[in-house]
Nanobody, 128 residues
Framework: QVQLVESGGGSVQTGGSLRLSCAAS????????MAWFRQPPGKARDAVGG???????????SYADPVKGRFAISRDSTKNTLYLQMDNLTPEDSAIYYC??????????????????WGQGTQVTVSS
């Protein structure tokens, strides 16, 4: 049974930083694609534009334009953990952040419909 558990959310002021973690378990192979999505207030989790970043089983990563240069996605395969380092945060980054996974190691997608497994989410609030 695949489980994804996020942690690290919280409240920060504009310009602050947070690091999110997502512990994965239940995969038979460590080379799966993982991603971060976010759900701002009033929007659906799978709304277009909700993708933040992904990293596939071979280390290829990509970012949504609003977070390029500020966020960094990484993974520690020995710990089965995905990370999202978020710097220079703004109020527009406030959302529930979800990690998601797909067993396909070569997936190149930030579309929510392409991800099979989801965590429960962690709240990030950035105040001005």
């Amino acid at each position: 049974q695949v489980q994804l558990v996020e942690s690290g959310g919280g409240s920060v002021q504009t310009g602050g930083s947070l690091r999110l973690s997502c512990a994965a378990s239940g995969f038979s192979d460590s080379r799966y694609t993982m991603a971060w999505f976010r759900q701002p207030p009033g929007k659906a989790r799978d709304a277009v534009g909700g993708g933040v970043a992904f990293i596939n089983g071979y280390g290829t990563s990509s970012y949504a334009d609003p977070v390029k240069g500020r966020f960094a996605i990484s993974r520690d395969s020995t710990k089965n953990t995905l990370y999202l380092q978020m710097d220079n945060l703004t109020p527009e980054d406030s959302a529930i952040y979800y990690c998601a996974a797909n067993p396909n190691p070569i997936l190149l997608s930030l579309a929510a419909r392409d991800y099979t497994y989801w965590g429960q989410g962690t709240q990030v609030t950035v105040s001005s």
